[in-house]
């Protein structure tokens, strides 16, 4: 069974401050996604990343894809308010499956 | 921009009944998932759908489950007898190719009594 952990489970920060969620796993996934999910709704796609060592940047958000495709990480630079929210990683397997991490929930204050 | 829709967006029953959730997949798109999350868990692959039958599925997708693709548009997931643990969210997904990108519902909020 493929497991991804993801740290930290919570987050509480304020408005201004970086942060980085981390999403690691000791299976090999042939991409991984980023998602963020609000309270009563789907998980909306942030960003797919394929290459091992590769780098996504999304506005403030910069997504990273571990050289061994087993590990990622999330950063946000000058956090705000409205990233306030429920952040997963998820592993495609050769399966063709979605495993997902447990999430991250960030609170940014004002 | 075309989206997954699910219906309904909440149900209740009661133990022992039978459920079915269903799904409206993007038009083009060829694959279909469910996932399920329990409240205050991790989301769960149940089970994976392309050319009218089923390519992978979880533990969890024992014989109580079952997906259909009755026509064209729908994609129905179908919980025989439920119990008070497939109380949870239920979410349908498709994607147009096995590279693409999945596109999630919003769900359908499932609880059993």
């Known amino acids: 069974t493929q497991l991804l952990e993801q740290s930290p489970q919570f987050l509480s920060i304020q408005e201004g401050e970086n942060l980085t969620v981390y999403c690691n796993s000791s299976?090999?996934?042939?991409?991984l996604q980023w998602y963020r999910q609000e309270p009563g709704e789907g998980p909306v796609l942030l960003v797919t990343?394929?290459?091992?060592?590769e780098v996504k940047k999304l506005k403030r958000l910069t997504f990273q894809f571990g050289d061994a495709r087993k590990d990622s990480s999330l950063h946000i630079t000058a956090a705000q308010p409205g990233d306030t929210g429920l952040y997963l990683c998820?592993?495609?397997?050769?399966?063709?499956?979605?495993?997902f991490g447990g999430g991250t929930r960030l609170m940014v204050k004002p | 921009e075309p989206e997954v829709t699910q219906t309904p967006s909440h149900q209740v029953t009661q133990m022992g009944q039978e459920v079915i959730l269903r799904c409206v997949p993007i038009?083009?798109?060829?694959?279909f998932y469910w996932y399920r999350q329990i409240l205050g868990q991790k989301v769960e692959f149940l089970v994976s759908?392309?050319?009218?039958?089923?390519?992978?599925k979880s533990e969890i997708f024992d014989d109580q489950f079952s997906v259909e693709r009755p026509d064209g548009s729908n994609f129905t997931l179908k919980i025989r007898s439920t119990k008070l643990e497939d109380s949870a969210m239920y979410f349908c997904?498709?994607?147009?190719?096995?590279?693409?990108?999945?596109?999630f519902g919003p769900g359908t909020r499932l609880l059993v009594l």
């Open positions: 997904a498709s994607r147009r190719g096995l590279l693409e990108t999945q596109y």
């Open positions: 299976s090999v996934f042939s991409s």
């Open positions: 990343v394929v290459t091992g060592g």
């Open positions: 998820a592993g495609l397997s050769a399966g063709n499956m979605l495993t």
């Open positions: 038009s083009n798109h060829l694959y």
């Open positions: 759908f392309y050319n009218n039958e089923i390519s992978e």
